[in-house]
């Protein structure tokens, strides 16, 4: 079941703060951020774990709601390189599957001079 | 150490010919997968393989669809009697773990069908 993203799109100005949300219908392990410019390939942003664990190696922040399904990447004090499109991808928390990344459609986020 | 390496990096093949992408992974990533990508949408799982193993390959949409990684490393895609909705961007992503660990992409081929 692939997750649902909002919004499709923003546009910033440098320095102010935007949030994207991931949604899901099914019972999730993980939730992973990634961001994509165009032509490139996805970069890994972070992970978000059942229980509350976050791995990541950049300066943005995230959350993850398990009762509700629901993830959310703060991006704070924007920065031009900040632009791409954002995916999430979640793990579904059933056994032997939770290997497999079923990815939303993206959020375009463009930031402006 | 160096990323993902998957070439070609575009590849124009007409309508009914047969293609393959290769994959070369992260050293000593044991998961593989291949994603497809159509143009502004989120990567779409195909296959998966541990170490040799093809795991899951619920994703591939048809039977001309075969991927192989012998050794467990370099792993190929192959697509048979191509057709145009076959057109997008073919993602191959390693990671280091069974699961709670990043996926690794690779720049991806761009294949258009004519």
């Known amino acids: 079941q692939q997750p649902v993203q909002s919004p499709q799109a923003v546009i910033l100005r440098e320095g102010e703060d935007a949030v994207i949300n991931c949604s899901s219908s099914k019972a999730l392990y993980s939730v992973h951020w990634y961001r994509q410019k165009h032509g490139e390939a996805p970069v890994f942003l972070m992970i978000l774990l059942k229980g509350g664990e976050q791995k990541g190696h950049e300066k943005i922040s995230a959350s993850f709601n398990e009762k509700k399904q629901q993830s959310s990447l703060y991006l704070t004090a924007s920065q031009l390189s900040y632009s791409g499109t954002y995916f999430c991808?979640?793990?579904?928390?059933?056994?032997?599957?939770?290997?497999?990344?079923?990815f939303g459609k993206g959020t375009l986020l463009t930031v402006n001079p | 150490g160096a990323g993902v390496s998957q070439s070609p990096r575009y590849k124009v093949a007409k309508r009914g010919q047969d293609v393959a992408l290769r994959c070369d992974p992260i050293s000593g990533h044991v998961s593989l997968f291949w994603y497809q990508q159509a143009l502004g949408q989120g990567p779409e799982f195909l296959t998966y393989f541990q170490n040799e193993a093809q795991l899951d390959k619920s994703g591939l949409p048809s039977d001309r669809f075969f991927a192989e990684r012998p050794e467990g490393s370099v792993s190929t895609l192959k697509i048979q009697r191509t057709q145009q909705e076959d057109s997008a961007v073919y993602l191959c992503?390693?990671?280091?773990?069974?699961?709670?660990?990043?996926?690794?992409f690779g720049n991806g081929t761009r294949l258009t069908v004519t």
């Open positions: 992503a390693s990671k280091k773990e069974h699961y709670n660990s990043p996926l690794h």
């Open positions: 991808g979640t793990e579904r928390g059933s056994g032997g599957s939770n290997y497999k990344l079923t």
